[in-house]
């Protein structure tokens, strides 16, 4: 074992996610150690487990630390992972002084295979290697708008389940959890080391945007067997379809409705059960949308209204153009305007 890792003891470990999206998460890891040598030390080994996309280290003065893979990297214990973290030249840790570094990263997020109590819903799996008598805090940031449940679990050496461990934990106030809002919050001191905490973090979209997007499919699937029934109806009975303005401006409606909730939902992740819903966005706002093109190249192929002459008024001698629907009021104001007229109808 190297000088720098024997002489440095971990006193605290302090985890912070922050769910960006349902598929992805930044991690910021802050870590407290103490030089128990009699000299100063100017690296920190520290055995990260695993790869870490988008590593950055940090000191509590906000300075970024250069860090490098260690030569004792795989061997004995070590991981692959294993990392020398270089300190500032000015800035060594003293003996018997204290120094939190700050790891920051970015971390997918998983999905179940196997667990039946998270079938069909995304969640997190969350591993703490558990170190004895050393304080270990959690914070967990949940997405905007979604609802969220943990569930912890302490496992053995083996990976097996400890059956009520958390609970023994608990009533020695050596493990607590709370919530507010978006936020879930875990504190654990270890009795041993040879124990691992796992925390499923699920989230599930609300139920009320569930509500919005299964109304929002059924409306578009109701209107487009409408619609297509009232195309049909009207061809077969050979009416006029530029008399019916409800077969533009509704389909326009549905469309609109359909685009604004599926921009306001699809555009973020959502839970995986309801990703089927975004095809079917797409087809019924495209069936919606052929139905309108259909009913206005019926309403460009359909014979205009005949246009009406009338000529000879006295006093007026002027040529008026109106349609059939016209005749009624431009009457009814000649008539008011006392014209003593002769009107001639040529179709």
């Not at 971990?10 to 598929?23: A, G, K, N, P, W």
């Not at 214990?77 to 990263?105: A, G, M, V, W």
């Amino acid at each position: 074992m190297s000088d720098e890792l024997a002489e440095t003891k971990i006193e605290r470990l302090r985890y912070f996610f922050e769910f960006e999206t349902l598929m992805a998460l930044k991690v910021t890891h802050e870590i407290t150690f103490s030089n128990e040598s009699k000299s100063p030390i100017s690296t920190i080994k520290f055995d990260l487990g695993e790869y870490k996309p988008y590593l950055r280290i940090f000191d509590t003065n906000n300075e970024i630390l250069e860090f490098s893979k260690s030569r004792e990297a795989g061997s004995g214990d070590f991981s692959q992972y294993l990392i020398d973290i270089k300190l500032p030249h000015d800035r060594e840790l003293k003996p018997n002084e204290r120094r939190t570094l700050i790891i920051k990263y970015v971390s997918p997020s998983g999905y179940n295979d196997d667990a039946p109590q998270f079938e069909n819903a995304p969640y997190s799996r969350l591993v703490f290697d558990l170190k004895e008598e050393i304080n270990l805090y959690i914070a967990i940031k949940s997405s905007d708008n979604f609802q969220f449940v943990d569930y912890p679990y302490i496992l053995d050496n083996d990976g097996n389940p400890i059956r009520g461990e958390v609970e023994k934990l608990s009533k020695k106030d050596k493990f607590m959890q709370d919530e507010s809002g978006q936020n879930s919050y875990f504190s654990i001191k270890s009795e041993s080391n040879d124990k691992t905490l796992v925390i499923y973090h699920r989230q599930a979209i609300n139920q009320s945007i569930s509500n919005w997007i299964v109304a929002g499919k059924w409306l578009g699937i109701i209107s487009a067997i409408v619609i297509s029934l009232f195309i049909v109806s009207m061809l077969l009975s050979k009416n006029n379809l530029i008399e019916s303005n409800f077969l533009i401006s509704y389909p326009v409606f549905v469309m609109t409705s359909l685009v604004v909730i599926k921009g306001w939902l699809f555009s973020k992740d959502l839970d995986s059960k309801l990703e089927r819903y975004d095809k079917q966005y797409l087809i019924l706002i495209g069936t919606l949308f052929a139905e309108l093109l259909l009913i206005l190249l019926f309403q460009l192929s359909s014979p205009q209204n005949p246009t009406i002459q009338a000529c000879n008024i006295t006093d007026c001698n002027q040529v008026l153009n109106f349609t059939f629907d016209d005749i009624p009021t431009k009457c009814s104001t000649m008539i008011s305007n006392n014209y003593n007229s002769t009107i001639t109808i040529n179709t």
